[in-house]
């Protein structure tokens, strides 16, 4: 059973930063290559905001995150992150860490939600002006 948990959400004001962590067992996280965040506000479908392909040392990110958001893996602590800095109101939204063993490349980096098998529960993000 794959378990991801999403942690450091909160309510910031907007230009501030917040760190989100996606832990997992050791098991999981050294034999999975593919991991992203995936944030959804009600109404909206899920959105792909960064990812990382471990074996490729490759990373993505939306465009509305670039230059903002950070993804990175931190293998002291089997954990995945999301550095954010200069939050805006706009990226207010739950959050979700996603996993997937079998996704490679540019399936792992731009594919969409449906490329993942393994969710964490989400964290919450609110952002204020």
């Known amino acids: 059973q794959v378990q991801l948990v999403e942690s450091g959400g909160g309510s910031v004001q907007a230009g501030e930063s917040l760190r989100l962590s996606c832990a997992t067992s050791?098991?999981?996280?050294?034999?999975?290559?593919?991991w992203g965040w995936f944030r959804q506000v009600p109404g909206k479908e899920r959105e792909k905001v960064a990812a990382i392909y471990i074996a490729g040392g490759n990373t993505y990110y939306h465009d509305s995150v670039k230059g903002r958001f950070s993804i990175s893996r931190d293998n002291a602590k089997n954990t995945v992150a999301l550095q954010m800095n200069s939050l805006k109101p706009e990226d207010t939204a739950m959050y979700y860490c996603?996993?997937?063993?079998?996704?490679?490349?540019?399936?792992?980096?731009?594919?969409?939600?449906?490329?993942?098998?393994?969710w964490g529960q989400g964290t919450q993000v609110t952002v204020s002006s």
């Open positions: 050791p098991y999981t996280y050294f034999t999975t290559s593919c």
């Open positions: 996603a996993a997937d063993r079998a996704s490679v490349g540019d399936r792992c980096l731009r594919g969409d939600s449906a490329e993942y098998m393994y």
